[in-house]
């Protein structure tokens, strides 16, 4: 059984976003698929966190410079979550290095944290957004 199967529901229709957003997805579904095999594999599970915290960064990276090159005007408050589950999953990583175990609780954080940042936070920026793509392919398409 999967943990957070694909679905359109997590789809903006940004294609960038979206392919990013299915690998955060299928990060959170292969910690699934370690933890509940029969004898999680340590080193496993660290790589899956480490490639969490990687990509995760990477692509609130893509987003804030989206917002900025485009002049979003929540850009800050959308910051400030990114900088929370950043936060968070650090803790998980840096715990995990400790000793913890932290599998089920990162299921939960990235189940949850997700579902809710796609969509509830990312899809308030979506109008915004979409509208700010196609001014500037209409632009982009003004012979000059």
């Known amino acids: ?4 199967p694909w679905s359109a529901e997590l789809e903006l229709g940004l ?7 299915r690998v955060l997805v299928d990060l959170a579904n292969a910690m699934h698929d370690e933890i509940r095999d029969v004898g999680p594999h340590s080193a496993a599970i660290g790589q899956i966190l480490e490639s969490l915290v ?3 960064h990477n692509h609130f990276i893509m987003e804030e410079v989206l917002f900025r090159k485009y002049q979003y005007s929540h850009e800050e408050a959308h910051e400030a979550e990114h900088g929370v589950f950043t936060g968070r999953i650090m803790d998980l990583l840096t715990r995990f290095e400790d000793g913890d ?5 990162a299921l939960e ?8 940042h ?10 915004f957004m979409k509208a700010a793509l196609a001014s500037e392919a209409a632009a982009d398409a003004v012979p000059g």
């Open 54 to 56: 990687d990509y995760t």
């Open 101 to 105: 175990t932290v599998g089920p609780e």
């Open 109 to 116: 954080l990235l189940k949850n944290w997700l579902t809710h």
């Open 15 to 21: 294609v960038e976003i979206d392919t990013q957003h």
């Open 118 to 127: 796609i969509c509830v936070v990312d899809r308030a920026y979506l109008p």
């Open 1 to 4: 059984m999967t943990l957070m």
